[in-house]
């Protein structure tokens, strides 16, 4: 089973900052499916990212993603109060699906 | 549009049996994969596995594999995630969540929240 981990575990930024979050996978992520996900308080996850870099309909711009392998990174690249929320990467391979334990994005 | 629809919150007492449900609408139900992930109170997303509706295949995570059961009635659209004796540590919400493009999850349920307490 492919362990995911996510660095930091939290961040504060101010409005209009860059974040970059990263996601770590304990072996190589098959055909770069790694999806990255955003769960705001009561809220269903939403998908963001797929395919390590492909938007997801209705994702704003500002959001990206990258990465190969076992290192992945999230983009947000000029923060917005409304991106304030936990952030999750995902991965899928051997039948298996996993998740990253979160980055928690606070705004200052 | 697509939708997932599930089941209503539930409390229940340790030991009892439950089974909650995810309905899908709004696109071909046997094309999909449907997968459950647990949500602790205050913790991450947890996959606890999946389901071909198509033909009922499913396989679970290490984790959950033999406590939980994952079914599908493609008559009425609809998947299942079952308990036979549920523990306190069973109380979180659980969502349902359809496969998209390179094996993410583009659709979710609402979240179906179980607690399970004496």
């Known amino acids: 089973e492919i362990v995911l981990t996510q660095s930091p575990g939290s961040l504060s930024l101010s409005p209009g900052e860059r974040a970059t979050l990263s996601c770590r996978a304990s072996q190589s992520v098959s055909n770069n499916y790694l999806a990255w996900y955003q769960q705001k308080p009561g809220q269903a996850p939403r998908l963001l990212i797929y395919g390590a870099s492909t938007r997801a309909t209705g994702t704003p711009d500002r959001f990206s993603g990258s990465g190969s392998g076992t290192d992945f990174t999230l983009t947000i690249s000029r923060l917005e109060p409304e991106d304030v929320a936990v952030y999750y990467c995902q991965q899928y391979g051997r039948s298996l699906f996993t998740f990253g334990p979160g980055t928690k994005v606070d705004i200052k | 549009e697509v939708q997932l629809v599930q089941s209503g919150a539930e409390v229940k007492k340790p030991g009892e049996s439950l089974r909650i449900s995810c309905q899908g609408s709004?696109?071909?139900?046997?094309?999909?994969?449907i997968s459950w992930v647990r949500q602790m109170p205050g913790k991450g997303l947890e996959w606890m596995g999946r389901i071909d509706p198509r033909d009922s295949y499913t396989n679970y995570s290490p984790s959950f594999q033999g406590h939980v059961t994952i079914s599908a009635d493609k008559s009425i659209t609809t998947v299942y995630l079952q308990w036979s004796s549920l523990k306190a540590s069973d109380t979180a919400v659980y969502y349902c969540?359809?496969?998209?493009?390179?094996?993410?999850?583009?659709?979710w349920g609402q979240g179906s929240l179980v607690t399970v307490s004496s």
């Open positions: 969540a359809r496969q998209g493009y390179s094996y993410a999850f583009n659709h």
């Open positions: 709004g696109y071909s139900f046997t094309s999909y994969w």
